[in-house]
């Protein structure tokens, strides 16, 4: 799978014409990759189409998980009966989806029991049912950065998503197995590429007033 500098140096060997490295940082043509990416894995993810590309969804193997107030988890209608967990750190910032952040799994650290994503609303309107006594399931909803679950006391989660942040934090223990960011791999299916690549040339040449010639002879923006 491509790494985000693979896209990127692409990106630049189109534009070599057109632009100048002084004046477009790496940083910059990286947020319209993403610009781009979102947009178009929203439309996959409302076709269920994302499951299929294993490779875009990135494992936080260990995130830890501290007790914290039902008000801050924003689940006040529940009385009492509750211990509300919430990882310690905000997550790595994640791609949106047409449905919300796209999050694959959140689960047991050895995978076994998988949470049920819902929303603080849902969970305290199931927990006034009479059957909810005999509900086993757990729950979590996800709220500015962090994941809140209203009924499991683990002390740490396994979460499955699509990053465009930096997840080296999570999963590399030793400062000498971390990967530089821009070689780490690239979290968008490679059948998008091209309409990426497309599309972010399209908007540096915007972005430098460059008028786009449409003489394929002179530039073609698809090869």
Sequence with gaps: MATIADVISRIRGQAKAEIQDAFVTDRYIYSLIIKSAQLLMRRQDHANKLMKFNSVWKSLPFVEMI?????????TGIESGCTFKRTKNKLPEMIEGYWGP????????????ELQPTYPGTYV???????????????????????????IDWDA???EAVFNDDISSYTCTKTDDCIPRYKQEISIPESLFPEIENQVMLS????????????????????
Excluded at 67 to 75: I, R
Excluded at 204 to 222: A, G, H, W
């Design 67 to 75: 007790d914290v107030d039902k008000v801050e988890a924003g689940c």
């Design 102 to 113: 796209l999050i694959r799994t959140i689960s047991s650290i050895d995978g076994t029991i």
């Design 125 to 151: 309107s199931m927990t006034k049912t009479t059957s909810f006594r005999y509900n086993k399931k757990k729950y979590f909803w996800y709220l500015d950065g962090y994941i809140y679950s209203p009924n």
């Design 157 to 159: 989660i396994k979460v």
């Design 204 to 223: 540096l040449l915007n972005t430098m007033k460059i008028p786009e010639d449409l003489n394929d002879d002179k530039r073609n923006l698809n090869r």
